[in-house]
C-alpha cells in the first residue's frame, strides 16, 4: 500500500470511530466532502480527539499552530494534511 | 463522601466480583451503556459486578475540583477492601492509570491511554472552543496557567493538581495482568472504540464480548 492509502484508510477508518459514521459513509468520504460545520457531529471536543488520535495512529505531533479551520472543511483537506504530516 | 456503586449481582453466592473502573471524564458518558450490557452479561454467567463513581465523576456531589488521580486511587482501593471473594478489576482507557491500588486477584485493561494523550485532548478542545469565541489560546498557554490555578477544560474543571498528575500518568505494571484493544482481530474484544465517539452510543455485540473476555481470563488466572 502507497503512503496515501495507508493514510487515508486510517483516517477513514479514524472518523468512523469518533463520528459514529459507520464503514459505508467513512467508505463513501470524497475529497469534496464538508466535515467541520457540515456533519452535525464535528463538535470542537471531536476535533480534539480526531486529532490526537491522528498522532497516535499516524505515529506524528501536531503542532497546535498547524491547525487552522481549513483543515477541517473537507476530507481532502484533512487528508493532504496528515499526509504532509507523515512524509515529513 | 460516600459515592454511590452501581451493584449487579446474580441469583445466588457470586463466584467472582468484577469491579469496573470506567474511563475518564467525557469518555465515561460514551461507555457506561455498553459497560452496564456487560456487567448484566457477567451476573448471568454468575459474576458480581460492580460500576462505582469516582468522587467528581457522573452522579458524584464532590466538585470534580477536589478530585485527583491520587483521590480517585485511593477511592477504588477502598471499594476493592469491602469486597469478599476473589476480585478482578476491569479498566478502560483513563481508568487503567488508576487500577493499581486495589488489592485484586487479576487486572484486566481495555485500550490503556496514557494521562497526558488524554490531557492533551482536554486541552485541544479547549483551545478549539477558544477559537470559535474569538478567544486566541494555546495548548503551551494553558498548561503554564494550570501550575497555579484551576482549568476549565470540556466542562471540567480540573486543580493544578489533577492537570500534573493526568499530564504524568501511565499505566503500571500489575500482576497478573490481561491487555486487550477492540477491533476484529483474534485476541480483540470484537467492537470499536465506542469512548472516542462524539455522540455517544452502545453496543451490545461488544458488552457480551467484554463479559465472555473477561470470564475466560478469570477461570485462565485460577479465579474461576
Same mark, same amino acid.
Given at each position: 500500500m502507497s503512503v496515501t492509502d495507508t493514510v487515508d484508510a486510517n483516517l477513514r477508518a479514524l472518523l468512523a470511530d469518533v463520528l459514529g459514521l459507520g464503514e459505508d459513509r467513512a467508505a463513501a468520504l470524497t475529497a469534496d466532502s464538508g466535515l467541520f460545520g457540515e456533519l452535525p457531529e464535528f463538535d470542537s471536543m471531536a476535533v480534539a480527539t480526531v486529532l490526537t488520535e491522528m498522532e497516535d495512529r499516524l505515529g506524528i505531533l501536531i503542532d497546535d499552530d498547524e491547525v487552522d479551520g481549513e483543515i477541517f472543511e473537507t476530507y481532502g483537506n484533512l487528508l493532504d494534511f496528515a499526509e504532509r504530516k507523515v512524509r515529513g | 463522601m460516600d459515592e454511590q456503586l452501581f451493584r449487579l449481582s446474580p441469583a445466588g453466592?457470586?463466584?467472582t466480583t468484577v469491579l469496573f473502573v470506567p474511563p475518564l471524564f467525557e469518555e465515561a458518558n460514551r461507555t457506561r451503556r455498553t459497560l452496564v450490557l456487560a456487567m448484566r452479561a457477567l451476573a448471568a454467567q454468575g459474576?458480581?459486578?460492580?460500576?462505582?463513581?469516582?468522587?467528581? +465523576?457522573?452522579?458524584?456531589?464532590?466538585?470534580?475540583?477536589?478530585?485527583?488521580?491520587?483521590r480517585w486511587r485511593s477511592a477504588l482501593a477502598e471499594i476493592a477492601r469491602d469486597v469478599d471473594g476473589p476480585l478482578i478489576v476491569a479498566s478502560l482507557r483513563g481508568g487503567c492509570l488508576i487500577d493499581h491500588g486495589a488489592a485484586a486477584d487479576a487486572w484486566w485493561r481495555l485500550a490503556p491511554a496514557s494521562g497526558a494523550s488524554l490531557l492533551r485532548t482536554l486541552l485541544r478542545a479547549r483551545v478549539s472552543a477558544d477559537r470559535e469565541a474569538g478567544i486566541a489560546s494555546s495548548i503551551e498557554g494553558l +498548561?503554564?496557567?494550570?501550575?497555579? /490555578?484551576?482549568?476549565?477544560?470540556?466542562?471540567?474543571?480540573?486543580?493544578?493538581?489533577?492537570?500534573? +498528575?493526568?499530564?504524568?500518568?501511565?499505566?503500571?505494571?500489575? /500482576?497478573?495482568?490481561?491487555?486487550?484493544?477492540?477491533?476484529?482481530?483474534?485476541g480483540q474484544i470484537a467492537g470499536t472504540p465506542l469512548w472516542l465517539r462524539a455522540e455517544p452510543g452502545e453496543d451490545a455485540a461488544m458488552a457480551r464480548a467484554i463479559a465472555a473476555d473477561l470470564a475466560?481470563?478469570?477461570?485462565?488466572?485460577?479465579?474461576?
Open positions: - | 453466592a457470586p463466584r459474576f458480581a459486578a460492580l460500576l462505582p463513581d469516582l468522587p467528581g +465523576q457522573n452522579e458524584s456531589l464532590v466538585p470534580l475540583i477536589e478530585a485527583d488521580l491520587e +498548561q503554564t496557567a494550570a501550575a497555579s /490555578e484551576a482549568l476549565l477544560l470540556a466542562g471540567n474543571r480540573l486543580s493544578p493538581a489533577m492537570v500534573a +498528575q493526568l499530564g504524568a500518568a501511565e499505566v503500571q505494571a500489575v /500482576e497478573p495482568l490481561r491487555t486487550v484493544t477492540p477491533g476484529g482481530g483474534e475466560l481470563w478469570s477461570r485462565s488466572c485460577g479465579v474461576i
